[in-house]
């Protein structure tokens, strides 16, 4: 049976969010996630500059420029893994609230499914026990309908078969589809992804890159971190190009890589254009 995320997240009964988010946009159906003249300091170092962002509903946004740009710092300001120096970030037209306690913030990042380059599972438990943590201690779900809906999704990523595996019995990629498959369980609005393949040998990317295409053409909402150019330019809706902490440009994935207007975008991928077909 197929999962769509934004349908099943879209059933459960929503949450208050009075001591979690200000409200100040009206919640629209369209627009999951606006940011606003985001800035984000380390030190002296301006690592994101005046950043206006939006993601609409079902959307695929791919982030890409070369490293160093505030791409990754920019997906984790959207879920607050950093807290960002100014500007402001709307989840579901709420103003994220700076000033939240790690409790607060478990319940703000049900909404917001979060899948990092290095796995992140927990290496003493099997791979259901990984999928069906979180349903269990954050959703409060019961134990029988959290445990179908982790065979469920290890199905949809290839791993039925590993279920009661722990995570050092499997390759890079394995484990990174157990990580796609634990952030599905908690039925997010959307998926934050920060450079999945990145921490994988070559021969793995396409099996994890296989899923993510997957969750693209059933509907789900995706921003990514990505060096993966063929998934940006042939999956995605919109692609975004950063440097030096500013997007520079974005659009249509077809137009921007064939037809870039800014020169920091052309000098970017021409050292890539010719591994693409």
């Given at each position: 049976m197929d999962f769509d995320v934004s349908q099943s997240r879209d059933s459960l009964p929503s949450r208050s969010s009075e001591d979690?988010?200000?409200?100040?946009?009206?919640?629209?159906e369209e627009i999951l996630i606006r940011v606003s003249k985001l800035n984000k300091y380390f030190g002296d170092k301006h690592v994101l500059k005046d950043i206006d962002f939006e993601v609409h509903r079902r959307e695929v946004v791919a982030l890409i420029g070369p490293s160093g740009s505030g791409k990754s710092t920019l997906i984790r300001c959207l879920n607050a893994l950093e807290k960002p120096t100014s500007g402001e970030v709307y989840i579901h037209?709420?103003?994220?609230?700076?000033?939240l306690s790690l409790k607060q913030l478990?319940?703000?990042?049900?909404?917001?499914?979060?899948?990092?380059?290095?796995?992140?599972?927990?290496?003493?438990?099997?791979?259901?026990q990984n999928v069906t943590e979180a349903p269990l201690l954050?959703?409060?779900?019961?134990?029988?309908?959290?445990?179908?809906?982790?065979e469920e999704l290890l199905a949809k990523v290839g791993?039925?078969?590993?279920?009661?595996?722990?995570?050092?019995?499997?390759?890079g990629g394995q484990k990174q589809r157990v990580a796609i498959a634990r952030a599905l369980a908690m039925q997010p609005r959307a998926l934050l992804f920060d450079e999945p393949t990145s921490a994988l040998d070559p021969e793995l990317v396409g099996e994890v890159l296989k899923v993510m295409k997957d969750l693209a053409y059933?509907?789900?909402?995706?921003?990514?971190?990505?060096?993966?150019m063929q998934f940006a330019r042939d999956v995605s809706d919109r692609v975004v190009?950063?440097?030096d902490g500013a997007i520079v440009e974005q659009g249509d994935p077809e137009e921007l890589f064939r037809r870039p207007q800014h020169k920091r975008t052309q000098m970017f991928l021409e050292r890539i254009m010719s591994i693409l077909p």
């Open positions: 979690l988010l200000d409200q100040s946009l009206a919640p629209t037209g709420d103003r994220l609230n700076p000033n478990s319940v703000l990042r049900r909404d917001l499914g979060m899948v990092f380059q290095n796995f992140n599972l927990f290496p003493h438990m099997t791979v259901i954050v959703r409060k779900m019961p134990k029988d309908q959290a445990m179908a809906l982790g791993l039925s078969e590993k279920r009661d595996v722990y995570p050092s019995r499997l390759s059933e509907g789900s909402t995706m921003v990514v971190v990505t060096h993966e190009f950063m440097s």
